[in-house]
Each structure stands twice: as structure tokens, then as C-alpha cells.
């Protein structure tokens, strides 16, 4: 059974982003890898706004560990892009951000999903806590589990 599409009114962050012609795929409407772009945008520019993320100097980074995504309507260039996003599970070192993507204007999403994030300590590459500015920048957009 398929599940009803999420509000707006269910995320606490978002960002526009406009489609662009080559998000289109054969079949006219935004290819589903566009999609999981869309997550990493409006994670990482909130992540670099709000937490002072710094992926090119950074001694601590966040790297994608899962990602998942739910089609519920189609997207065509050239609409408009609304990428809600909130934090659904903050660990010590590790945060799974839930997003929701909706077209401009419309109130249920197009698609929704997770990405999961471990951050660790450069160059190892190993597990390590998440700083503080960060934590305090995701703590903002955590939900309670339903």
C-alpha cells in the first residue's frame, strides 16, 4: 500500500532550487538520481550556514553512510524546487536528516527521503563526535520519533 505524501508542514528548514534542463531525463520529468543532488544541497547548505561546516578545510566532515528516497509525483523543468528538511535521529557521531521535495506552490511532497551522515575526523577517516556548532545547527531541526 503506498503512503500518503508528507506536508510542509512537517520539515522546519527550506531551500529553493530551481530545476535545470539537464535534470530532465527521456522520459520528461526530473531523473530519479536528480533527486538524491537535491538532498545533498539543501543538507550541506544548511550544514555550512548554520553549523559553519567547512568540507574543504575541516578537520571534521560528515560522509554519506545511507540514503533513501520515496516517488510520490513527477518534476519537470523548468519548475521550482522546494527541499524541506529536518533531523529525525542525532547521534554522537552520526544524524539522519529527513527531506522532503516539493514543487513550488504545492503543499504535498513529489518525493521524500533520508540521508545519513557519520562524521569523522580527517585524514583517518575514523568515527568522531559531532562539534558542538554543528550539533547545535542540527538539534534545531531534530523531530520527535513518531
Not at 34 to 59: A, C, H, P, Q, W
Not at 106 to 117: I, K, L, V, Y
Not at 130 to 135: A, S, Y
Request: aromatic share 10%; proline share 6%; charged share 25%.
Amino acid at each position: 500500500m503506498a503512503k500518503t505524501p508528507e506536508t510542509r508542514a512537517a520539515y522546519r528548514h527550506f531551500l529553493r532550487i530551481p530545476t535545470r534542463w539537464r535534470d530532465n531525463d527521456v522520459y520528461q520529468h526530473v531523473n530519479n538520481t536528480e533527486y538524491y543532488s537535491y538532498f545533498d544541497t539543501v543538507i550541506n547548505e544548511y550544514l555550512i550556514r548554520e553549523g559553519g561546516l567547512d568540507y574543504e578545510r575541516g578537520e571534521i566532515v560528515g560522509l554519506a553512510i545511507e540514503t533513501h528516497c520515496e516517488f510520490h509525483k513527477s518534476i519537470r523543468f523548468p519548475q521550482i524546487v522546494d527541499a524541506g528538511l529536518r533531523v529525525g535521529k542525532l547521534g554522537s557521531s552520526s544524524v539522519r536528516y529527513e527531506v522532503g521535495i516539493f514543487v513550488e506552490g504545492d503543499d504535498t511532497c513529489a518525493a521524500n527521503g533520508h540521508f545519513a551522515h557519520v562524521f569523522v575526523k580527517r585524514p583517518e577517516n575514523r568515527p568522531t563526535p559531532i562539534p558542538p556548532r554543528l550539533r547545535a545547527a542540527m538539534e534545531k531541526l531534530l523531530v520527535s520519533p513518531a
